[in-house]
């Protein structure tokens, strides 16, 4: 191989869980293959230099992921048109562009310009699209704007060399829709570093929710519980990020002195919060996708040592993580049984243990640093003979 051009739609220094995955796949690919031309496409204003890799600055604001659906839509589809313009003075060298997803419509117009070009590409999926538009509410799931999504998602799927899928749920879908395309499951995992981390705990029993507080996040779910808390004065909750749901969370800490919200901090402060907790809390709605997710939060979680209380029962990180014995899975809304597991946990110092000790027996397997050496390993035994 000569070149492989990637699109991300943001690296460091941009704080979010796309960037996390992005750098750790661009840096397995400079480890495992050195000789190899490696060009980022992103949006991303000012990249944080990786050696021998050139990144191309596409200068997308990111303020889109707080408009209304039009105007995101709009800036997500003008990102595409400047990667592919951008891929078109690379491809005549390039074994293969990696298109990540999302931005998802700035990769739909960078798969159907690799299609027209006949351009090999691999296609990274990290949520669903249009199932997500239509489980949010953007978009009605019978109307001509989601057919029309499902047609160029369905063309991307099938026509790419490789699909990338970032859970397995994800995976079974896309072969649902495609059955004859070809597909892999890269899971997202955590960074080998926080193995490392040996943070002394708070001293009082302290529960952690940190990401996204979104319209798929139960934060309403979690408002409740510190307001069954409250009854226990020795039980903190900590509070990390942002969202459309950060005012649920702000109102809670005028109603309960035990809740701090923190708001949106970098990786590295997050993580130095997290550890020092005891209980990590990953609570999402009863819908389809949550069925299929596995939260960032939740690897985090595990590379900490720290037990996970999930929601919904059923979910993909759910059972993964109770049937390794690194975490416990509640139906939404059993606001009881979420109480009873954080009592249990509190109270019990040999039950606790136990789940920290499964999460230090299992989590080596999964760093980010595994998980994306081995996905170089399998690209490039895909393209050897290219």
């Known amino acids: 191989m000569k070149r492989v051009v990637f699109f991300f739609e943001s690296v460091y220094p941009d704080n979010n869980a796309g960037s996390i995955r992005a750098d750790f796949i661009i840096k397995a690919f400079k ?68 298109i990540s997803s999302p931005s998802y419509l700035a990769s739909m117009v960078l798969t159907s310009y690799s299609i027209l070009s006949k351009a090999h590409y691999v296609f990274e999926i990290r949520d669903i699209y249009p199932q997500a538009f239509g489980y949010a509410g953007a978009i009605k799931e019978n109307g001509l704007i989601y057919k029309t999504f499902s047609f160029f998602s369905n063309l991307a799927y099938r026509r790419a060399a490789l699909n990338i899928s970032a859970t397995a749920g994800i995976a079974q879908m896309v072969e649902q829709s495609t059955p004859e395309s070809k597909n892999l499951v890269a899971l997202n995992g955590f960074p080998a570093s926080l193995i490392e981390v040996t943070s002394p705990k708070y001293d ?85 996708l949550s069925y299929i997710s596995f939260p960032v939060k939740n690897w985090e979680y595990l590379g900490l040592a720290i037990p996970s209380i999930v929601t919904p029962f059923g ?72």
């Open 31 to 98: 480890a495992t293959l050195p000789s190899l031309e490696l060009v980022v496409l992103t949006g991303t204003v000012s990249p944080v230099a990786v050696g021998g890799v050139n990144f191309v600055s596409l200068s997308s604001p990111k303020s889109y992921k707080k408009t209304g659906f039009l105007k995101r839509a709009l800036k997500e589809l003008m990102l595409g048109f400047k990667a592919a313009k951008a891929y078109t003075k690379l491809k005549g060298d390039c074994d293969f562009i990696y």
């Open 204 to 288: 009082r029993f302290t529960l952690v929710f940190h990401g996204t507080l979104g319209l798929f996040q139960d934060v309403e779910l979690l408002c409740e519980l510190v307001k069954e808390l409250r009854k226990y004065d020795d039980i903190d909750v900590i509070v990390i990020g942002h969202g459309a749901k950060s005012e649920l969370v702000e109102l809670s800490t005028k109603q309960s002195p035990s809740i701090r919200f923190l708001g949106s901090l970098n990786h590295k402060e997050t993580i130095e919060v997290v550890s020092k907790c005891h209980v990590g809390l990953s609570f999402r709605f009863e819908d389809p």
């Open 315 to 386: 979910s993909e990180a759910g059972q993964f993580l109770e049937s390794n014995g690194c975490g416990i899975q509640v139906k939404g809304g059993d606001i009881k049984a979420i109480v009873d597991a954080v009592l249990r946990l509190k109270s019990d110092g040999k039950y606790y243990q136990s789940y920290a000790d499964s999460c230090k027996r299992i989590r080596t397997h999964y760093t980010r640093e595994a998980i994306s050496g081995a996905l170089v390993h399998n690209l490039s035994k895909e393209f050897a003979n290219h």
